[in-house]
């Protein structure tokens, strides 16, 4: 069956500072991949989306990017964090019949 | 962007009691799907509806899918505090972009 890892699960950072936040599946190959952004109670706001090693749909202009460096390898990234970067980021995979889930990375912004 | 809206967006109910959860978009869906969330945690799949009028049972929760592909409702029957959560509606018009509604969020008290 296919699995998620999402890590790490809770993250402070200082503005300014460098992210990396990772994501990886197993149990499956040439997965779509996605990123989302979530406020405390709200609905998830998609941010990149990826079909393919190297190939990266951005959603919304913003401080982020997003990398597929392998198949089953999807990054979200940012040179230099501000405060509204804070939230709750999910990685996802969709198959045919919805999308799975990693457990997600509350990231605090300080 | 495909606008996903949720309604209603809080809703607080007593144990035994129904409630019914609307997604409302201007646009097709190919599919449609739906969500329950945890706090703290991704959401996690409960059904996927694909053919206009389509009409799908999950135990206490009945899913429906509008004849024109735009629309679905969520009905709880005798809700249990066990119900309570993030209720979200997804769904794309192709394969590859896959958006989420705002989301409702149901309280049921014992």
């Known amino acids: 069956s296919q699995t998620i890892h999402q890590w790490p699960a809770t993250l402070v950072q200082p503005v300014g500072s460098p992210l990396s936040l990772e994501c990886t599946v197993e149990?499956?190959?040439?997965?779509?991949l996605y990123w989302y952004r979530q406020a405390a109670g709200r609905g998830l706001q998609l941010l990149f989306y990826?079909?393919?090693?190297?190939?990266i749909s951005s959603e919304v202009p913003q401080n982020l990017s997003a990398s597929r460096p392998q198949d089953r390898q999807f990054i979200l990234s940012s040179k230099k964090l501000l405060l509204s970067d804070s939230g709750f980021y999910l990685c996802?995979?969709?198959?045919?019949?919805?999308?799975?889930f990693g457990q997600g990375t509350r990231l605090t912004v300080v | 962007t495909q606008l996903l809206e949720q309604s209603p967006q809080f809703l607080s109910i007593q144990e035994g009691e129904n409630l019914t959860v609307y997604c409302n978009s201007s646009?097709?869906?190919?599919?449609l799907q739906w969500y329950r969330q945890e706090p703290g945690e991704g959401p996690v799949l409960l059904v996927t509806?694909?053919?206009?009028?389509e009409v799908k049972k999950l135990k206490r929760l009945t899913f429906q899918f509008g004849d024109a592909r735009k629309d679905s409702s969520l009905h709880i029957t005798a809700a249990q505090p066990g119900d309570t959560g993030l209720y979200l509606c997804?769904?794309?018009?192709?394969?590859?972009?896959?958006?989420f509604g705002s989301g409702t969020k149901l309280n049921v008290k014992p």
């Open positions: 997804a769904g794309g018009d192709n394969f590859n972009k896959f958006y």
């Open positions: 646009s097709v869906f190919s599919s």
């Open positions: 149990g499956t190959s040439n997965p779509n």
């Open positions: 996802a995979w969709k198959g045919y019949v919805g999308a799975f």
């Open positions: 509806v694909v053919t206009g009028g």
């Open positions: 990826s079909v393919g090693i190297g190939q």
